[in-house]
């Protein structure tokens, strides 16, 4: 079995910052909305078994700021989907910078 994927990262809010550390599936979405930047994720541009419950982990259990944006599409299922925009300014860490 693989190992869990570790993420730590500093967050900056005004003139306070704070570190965390977040780890499996909630690590890889907050990798990808740091990489996404300000153009963010969905489920469907970045494909994820449960973007919704990772993005609450994120906010709740982090106290990231990630904004929803609600956007249609269209196709066979039109309908809408979600737009994760990570608001917080954070930095990942890589492992040397986190001991």
Request: aromatic fraction near 6%; proline fraction near 5%.
């Amino acid at each position: 079995m693989a190992d869990k994927l570790v993420q730590h990262f500093l967050v900056t809010e005004g003139d306070v910052t704070r570190t965390g550390i977040t780890t499996g599936r909630d690590a890889w979405a907050l990798q990808n909305l740091v990489s996404a930047g300000a153009d963010g994720c969905t489920p469907i541009d970045t494909p994820g078994p449960r973007w919704s419950a990772y993005v609450h982990a994120l906010r709740h259990e982090h106290g990231l700021s990630i904004e929803t944006l609600h956007e249609a599409h269209g196709g066979p299922y039109a309908g809408t989907h979600a737009r994760y925009v990570l608001r917080s300014k954070v930095r990942l860490l890589p492992d040397a910078e986190a001991a």
